[in-house]
């Protein structure tokens, strides 16, 4: 360690208190003056908004209604698995105020996905969408040791179900929650789910402190983007961090209008962005290049747009010069992070290199090491490690996960990256295999699991696969059939639809093998065995007759 090649954040770094909770920084702090009747948050779908005073002050009173019929306590988790909408952030900060941790889960999972996260989590009080009851029902009961936690919905009723907010209305109000005598570094927020390599998702916990450490960071990296005067229209899930950081939280800190969206559609995104004059627009590279290519673009009038923020990849050079040549030349800033250490790096609108994911974010400091974790020269890549505020504590109920993910007091990102001589980070690779499907995170070694319980299949590999199509990672499958399949070319085509279907109807859709199932006569490994993943993108077009062991 003592020669270790420490790179730091050049951006101010904010003080972090460690004596106060998230619902009271948010209720203490209000860093541009917004008034307390300036609306905040809208429904694209309904009429139905809250302001910035409204959202504080129904936040204590639905927090006193989950207190007087749930018993919350500090501690208590609270599962969430619902689309966006003005009611699922109202229900966020209810939540947080009364203490309790919220667990947010992606509202396309399966019974068995649900099983997974209730299995980590185990929640006293699950609020889902109505349509979900069936199956969340379902995962519930097959959880083991765990009493069938009480249920409400949210986004509409069901017969016997309490609904959430009209059914918990309270005329008091609860007390925020206090830690001014407590270290809040020690009280998890929220628990978001994250996918790895080593299999299925983990519940990755974020401090109080992690997550006030994010706002101020952002704030203090970018005030002239992050502010009050932001307009935008939203529509990444709230379960992701994405979300839940952008619109959740930050968004109702700094009192910034958000118009949220319950399904992505871009023609519904740029109709929005146009009649409510828009000036921040946050995307995904599947949606920059949507854009890009999109003919019509011109006939929205998007002159309000002033940034343009996008998360998730790099975006090559070509769709940014196209972008900004659409949007009047508004700067294009991209970031770099994880559910993990919630954002690492940061462009600020100032200073951008084309092609890099920006500067360590404020507070965060990194090293760029080998297999070895020997630190490289400046310039050369190597896995980025990285410490800070905005690291989360652990994974809930997986030690041994977590003891494997940090290293020395530096946590393993798994991804390659490289600094040049200005401090501009570069994303050139990703170590872990995880797939990005349009901003979901996908487990390759999770479909790897569904494929090779397939009675045909003797060896199966899942790798990402980049589709210029639909401008994402797509999920491509690889397979060895057992010796029992018909080996002329129709009843192998025959096969891998079968695979393909079988595979698909485990998972949920943003999981599915959209690159297809491609058999092959062998899967390349090493000597020890290990999968070669790389050699197995040339065999997309065909079958692979032989390949050397390395």
């Given at each position: 360690?003592e020669n270790s090649?420490?790179y730091r954040?050049t951006?101010?770094?904010p003080?972090?208190p460690t004596d106060?909770?998230?619902?009271?920084?948010?209720?203490?702090?209000?860093?541009d003056?917004?008034a307390?009747d300036?609306?905040?948050l809208?429904?694209n779908?309904?009429d139905?908004s809250?302001?910035?005073?409204?959202?504080?002050?129904?936040?204590?009173?639905?927090a006193?209604?989950l207190r007087?019929?749930?018993n919350l306590?500090?501690?208590?988790?609270?599962?969430v698995s619902a689309p966006?909408?003005?009611d699922?952030?109202?229900l966020i900060?209810?939540?947080?105020?009364?203490?309790a941790t919220l667990?947010?889960?992606?509202?396309l999972?399966?019974?068995?996905?649900f099983l997974h996260y209730f299995?980590?989590?185990?929640?006293?009080?699950?609020?889902i969408?109505?349509?979900?009851y069936g199956?969340?029902?379902?995962?519930l009961r097959r959880v083991?040791?765990l009493a069938?936690p009480h249920i409400?919905?949210i986004?509409?009723?069901?017969p016997?179900?309490?609904?959430y907010p009209?059914?918990?209305?309270?005329?008091?109000a609860?007390p925020?929650?206090?830690?001014?005598?407590s270290?809040?570094?020690?009280h998890?927020a929220v628990?978001c789910?994250?996918s790895?390599?080593?299999g299925?998702?983990?519940?990755?916990?974020?401090?109080h402190?992690?997550?006030?450490?994010?706002l101020?960071?952002?704030r203090?990296?970018d005030p002239?983007?992050y502010?009050?005067d932001?307009?935008?229209v939203?529509?990444?899930?709230?379960?992701?961090i994405y979300?839940?950081n952008?619109v959740g939280l930050?968004?109702?800190w700094?009192?910034?209008?958000?118009?949220?969206m319950?399904?992505?559609?871009?023609d519904e995104?740029?109709?929005?962005?146009s009649?409510?004059?828009a000036?921040?627009l946050?995307?995904?590279?599947s949606?920059?290049?949507a854009m890009?290519?999109e003919a019509?673009?011109?006939?929205?009038d998007?002159?309000?747009?002033?940034?343009?923020?996008?998360?998730?990849?790099v975006?090559?050079?070509?769709?940014?010069a196209t972008?900004q040549r659409k949007?009047?030349?508004?700067?294009?800033?991209?970031?770099y992070?994880m559910?993990?250490?919630?954002?690492?790096?940061?462009?600020s609108?100032e200073?951008?290199r084309v092609g890099?994911?920006?500067?360590?974010?404020?507070?965060?400091?990194?090293r760029?090491?080998?297999d070895?974790?020997?630190d490289v020269d400046e310039?050369q890549?190597?896995e980025?490690?990285v410490?800070?505020?905005?690291v989360f504590?652990?994974?809930?109920?997986?030690?041994?996960?977590?003891?494997?993910?940090?290293?020395?007091?530096?946590m393993?990102?798994?991804d390659?990256?490289h600094?040049d001589?200005e401090g501009?980070?570069?994303?050139?690779?990703?170590?872990?295999?995880l797939?990005?499907?349009k901003?979901f995170?996908?487990?390759?070694s999770e479909?790897e699991g569904i494929?090779?319980?397939h009675?045909?299949?003797?060896?199966?590999?899942v790798c990402a696969v980049?589709?210029?199509?639909e401008?994402?990672?797509?999920?491509?499958?690889?397979?060895?059939l057992?010796h029992t399949v018909?080996t002329?070319?129709?009843?192998?085509?025959?096969?891998?639809?079968?695979?393909q279907?079988?595979?698909?109807?485990k998972v949920?859709?943003?999981k599915?093998?959209?690159?297809?199932?491609?058999?092959l006569?062998e899967i390349?490994?090493?000597?020890?065995?290990k999968?070669l993943k790389?050699?197995?993108l040339p065999a997309?077009?065909?079958?692979?007759?032989?390949?050397?062991k390395?």
């Amino acid at each position: 360690m003592e020669n270790s090649r420490i790179y730091r954040s050049t951006y101010p770094a904010p003080h972090i208190p460690t004596d106060i909770s998230l619902s009271q920084f948010l209720s203490d702090y209000n860093p541009d003056a917004v008034a307390s009747d300036k609306v905040i948050l809208e429904d694209n779908w309904s009429d139905h908004s809250v302001t910035y005073g409204e959202l504080r002050f129904r936040a204590s009173q639905d927090a006193q209604g989950l207190r007087d019929f749930y018993n919350l306590n500090v501690g208590d988790v609270v599962a969430v698995s619902a689309p966006n909408s003005v009611d699922h952030v109202l229900l966020i900060h209810s939540v947080l105020w009364t203490g309790a941790t919220l667990a947010l889960l992606n509202f396309l999972s399966t019974e068995d996905d649900f099983l997974h996260y209730f299995t980590i989590c185990r929640p006293k009080l699950v609020v889902i969408d109505p349509d979900l009851y069936g199956v969340v029902f379902k995962a519930l009961r097959r959880v083991q040791s765990l009493a069938v936690p009480h249920i409400i919905t949210i986004g509409g009723s069901r017969p016997n179900l309490r609904s959430y907010p009209s059914d918990l209305e309270s005329h008091k109000a609860l007390p925020v929650f206090d830690l001014s005598s407590s270290d809040n570094r020690n009280h998890t927020a929220v628990i978001c789910f994250s996918s790895g390599t080593s299999g299925k998702p983990k519940g990755v916990e974020l401090s109080h402190y992690n997550l006030i450490a994010s706002l101020s960071g952002i704030r203090s990296t970018d005030p002239a983007f992050y502010n009050s005067d932001s307009r935008g229209v939203f529509f990444a899930p709230l379960c992701h961090i994405y979300g839940l950081n952008t619109v959740g939280l930050m968004g109702v800190w700094l009192g910034a209008y958000t118009m949220l969206m319950k399904r992505y559609s871009l023609d519904e995104l740029l109709k929005l962005s146009s009649s409510f004059k828009a000036n921040t627009l946050r995307i995904v590279p599947s949606i920059a290049l949507a854009m890009a290519k999109e003919a019509s673009l011109e006939s929205y009038d998007l002159s309000s747009i002033k940034f343009i923020m996008c998360s998730g990849a790099v975006l090559q050079r070509e769709v940014i010069a196209t972008l900004q040549r659409k949007f009047n030349q508004a700067p294009i800033f991209q970031g770099y992070g994880m559910t993990e250490t919630n954002i690492a790096t940061l462009r600020s609108h100032e200073w951008s290199r084309v092609g890099s994911v920006g500067r360590l974010f404020a507070n965060v400091q990194a090293r760029i090491v080998d297999d070895d974790l020997n630190d490289v020269d400046e310039g050369q890549d190597g896995e980025m490690l990285v410490r800070g505020p905005t690291v989360f504590r652990r994974y809930l109920n997986d030690p041994t996960a977590t003891s494997q993910t940090f290293h020395d007091g530096w946590m393993r990102t798994g991804d390659v990256l490289h600094f040049d001589g200005e401090g501009f980070l570069y994303l050139t690779d990703r170590k872990k295999d995880l797939i990005k499907y349009k901003g979901f995170q996908v487990s390759p070694s999770e479909l790897e699991g569904i494929l090779t319980s397939h009675p045909e299949v003797d060896e199966g590999a899942v790798c990402a696969v980049w589709d210029n199509n639909e401008g994402t990672e797509i999920p491509t499958a690889y397979v060895k059939l057992r010796h029992t399949v018909p080996t002329d070319i129709q009843g192998r085509v025959n096969m891998a639809i079968d695979i393909q279907t079988f595979v698909n109807t485990k998972v949920s859709s943003y999981k599915r093998l959209r690159g297809g199932v491609h058999v092959l006569e062998e899967i390349p490994k090493t000597a020890s065995g290990k999968i070669l993943k790389r050699l197995l993108l040339p065999a997309r077009s065909g079958v692979i007759k032989s390949l050397p062991k390395l």
